[in-house]
């Protein structure tokens, strides 16, 4: 940055150059992560797979929004069952 073309009665010294540098403070893809209700704890969604039920995670991208990007996500059983329930992948 130059300082110059005064007007009235400004006087220029020196020194009256100087330099900027703007360095990047941020992930350009952005951060993903899941929001609970309260926005303090952890997410939790308890379902009785015995009705039918929809339960919503909110996913939220903060700091950063150059580009798509995208998600994977699974859900597992907690029991001794086994295999996937679900799974898929989200775009932002």
Same mark, same amino acid.
């Given at each position: 940055m130059i300082l110059s073309s005064p007007t009235g009665?400004?006087?220029? $010294?020196?020194?009256?150059?100087?330099?900027?540098?703007?360095?990047?403070?941020?992930?350009p893809a952005g951060i993903l992560s899941l929001r609970s209700p309260d926005? $303090?704890?952890?997410?939790? #969604?308890?379902?009785?797979?015995?009705k039918d039920v929809d339960t919503v995670f909110t996913v939220v991208r903060s700091a950063g929004s150059f580009g798509t $990007? #995208?998600?994977?996500?699974?859900?597992?059983?907690?029991?001794?069952?086994s295999g996937l $329930?679900?799974?898929?992948?989200?775009?932002?």
């Open positions: 009665d400004v006087v220029l $010294v020196a020194p009256n150059k100087t330099s900027i540098l703007i360095t990047s403070n941020d992930n926005m $303090v704890s952890a997410p939790v #969604s308890q379902l009785n797979e015995d $990007v #995208s998600v994977n996500w699974e859900i597992v059983r907690n029991d001794t069952g $329930v679900g799974h898929t992948t989200w775009f932002f």
